[in-house]
């Protein structure tokens, strides 16, 4: 079956609704300040024992702290957290991810044994819509493992509460020697199991989705001065009581050293690296090479021509990144150029292309008309709005991109990333025809 027939059999597929409406989206919550930041304390005694601390560092210490993180302590997700993701604004962006994998593990020739293997799923909305998109493919439902890789306990018991059938039993070890730290049997059929690092996951033929995951990863920040470029590092602010600032290195650091090569003749006075992303591509790409299988990698982001994109978000309002740590979301751009780079060739890298292209050439307006026909009032509204919020230019359909990896023997391209024909509207009417 090509592809156009295939996402043509899933469209038609009924399900249910959810998707917000922009007034709902700008809604406030309560802003709630700990009146005691015991992270800022610790950070406070490490830079005063042993001097100031890289940006990654206290980004990864804001973000991943063991008890204290901002992902380890609360469900910082939707119209009541702090920010919305596009898996959250409708099902409409999981099942056409869902589809995206089905016809590459198809053009693969199917594999009997095939791991989805999710990076950062947050509440599990992204994986629940695509599982539930995958049973209308019995085969592929048989076939299917899923490989959850989430560092936040609280995270992965939201998770669990969305995808598990029955809570609390764990699923059947497939392999000897797994290194999962929970699991359980999906209300669709395959079994799930979680792990805290990308590489505990078994060895296997992988479909890996990253939806933004990669822009929680923590970077390093460079400045460029007379003197050369200079690490960017966060001190004590010693004008303030209980306040952080930025301050530069007065010298080379351990990542200056390594980060000077990438920095060298660039035209910018200030660049982000993240060392750690590019160890995640270099492994994803390792594992598409040796065992086939392809990435999906989606996540606001630029092509290494932007400077200072290190923000906070708490509340759906930005918020100063070094103030309250823990109690806000930190994120910067994601660097495609650099994620392509550190594949090393071992894969094919399709993209990035815009969300909009991508979802447009997924067939997110046929999807939209089969859910809004079938809808209410009130449920066609919001579909509209969810379309508009995910593909419009104005909001996430350009910021947002995409970028696939494929296996170097593979012949074809994959779906979703060639430009629109020319007789197919960029943007549908206000009803969907
Ligand atoms: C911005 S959220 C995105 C969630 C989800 N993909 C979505 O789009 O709604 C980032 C996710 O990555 C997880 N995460 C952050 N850093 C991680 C790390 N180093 N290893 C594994 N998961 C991480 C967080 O706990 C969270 O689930």
Redesign the pocket.
């Known amino acids: 079956m090509n592809s156009a027939k295939l996402i043509q059999r899933f469209m038609t597929c009924y399900s249910r609704r959810r998707c917000l409406s922009y007034s709902m989206l700008h809604q406030k919550k309560q802003f709630c300040t700990k009146p005691d930041n015991k992270l800022m304390t610790q950070l406070q005694s490490k830079i005063n024992f042993s001097g100031p601390i890289t940006v990654a560092e206290y980004m990864k210490e804001a973000?991943?702290h063991a008890t204290e993180g901002y992902?380890i302590h609360s469900d910082v997700?939707g119209v009541a957290g702090d920010f919305i993701?596009?898996?959250?604004i409708s099902q409409m962006f999981g099942e056409l991810i869902a589809i995206w994998f089905v016809n590459e593990w198809m053009m693969i020739g199917a594999p009997e044994n095939v791991q989805l293997v999710e990076?950062?799923?947050?509440?599990g909305?992204?994986a629940d819509d695509m599982l539930r998109a995958f049973s209308k493919f019995p085969e592929l439902s048989k076939a299917l493992s899923v490989h959850l890789?989430?560092?936040?306990v609280t995270?992965s018991r939201l998770q669990e509460e969305k995808l598990s059938a029955t809570p609390d039993q764990p699923a059947p070890s497939s392999k000897e020697g797994e290194l999962h730290y929970k699991s359980c049997l999906s209300k669709y059929g395959p079994c799930v199991y979680w792990y805290r690092d990308i590489k505990d996951v078994p060895a296997g033929c992988n479909m890996f989705v990253a939806?933004?995951?990669f822009d929680?990863?923590p970077i390093h920040k460079f400045q460029k001065t007379e003197h050369g470029w200079r690490e960017v590092l966060v001190d004590i602010d010693p004008e303030t009581e209980n306040k952080l600032r930025f301050v530069l290195a007065r010298g080379d650091t351990p990542a200056s050293k390594l980060a000077l090569k990438l920095c060298d003749g660039d035209d910018r006075e200030h660049v982000e690296v993240c060392p750690q992303a590019a160890l995640v591509m270099n492994y994803l790409a390792s594992c598409i090479q040796e065992h086939g299988g392809c990435a999906l990698i989606a996540d606001y982001g630029h092509h290494g021509d932007k400077q200072d994109t290190f923000r906070g978000f708490k509340d759906h309002a930005l918020h100063e990144v070094l103030e309250n740590p823990g109690c806000a979301d930190l994120t910067s751009d994601v660097d495609f150029s650099y994620l392509k780079q550190h594949t090393d060739g071992k894969v094919k890298a399709y993209g990035p292309v815009t969300q909009s292209l991508f979802l447009q050439n997924l067939g997110i307006a046929y999807r939209l008309k089969i859910l809004y026909d079938k809808a209410d009032e009130s449920g066609k509204a919001d579909l509209l709005s969810a379309f508009k919020l995910l593909t419009y230019p104005e909001e996430m359909g350009e910021r947002f991109k995409f970028l696939a990896l494929l296996n170097n023997a593979c012949q074809h391209n994959p779906v979703g990333f060639e430009p629109l024909p020319e007789d197919q509207p960029a943007q549908p009417t206000s009803e969907p025809t």
């Open positions: 973000l991943t992902y997700f993701t596009s898996p959250e990076m950062g799923p947050g509440r909305t992204m890789v989430e560092v936040s995270l939806h933004e995951f929680a990863l």
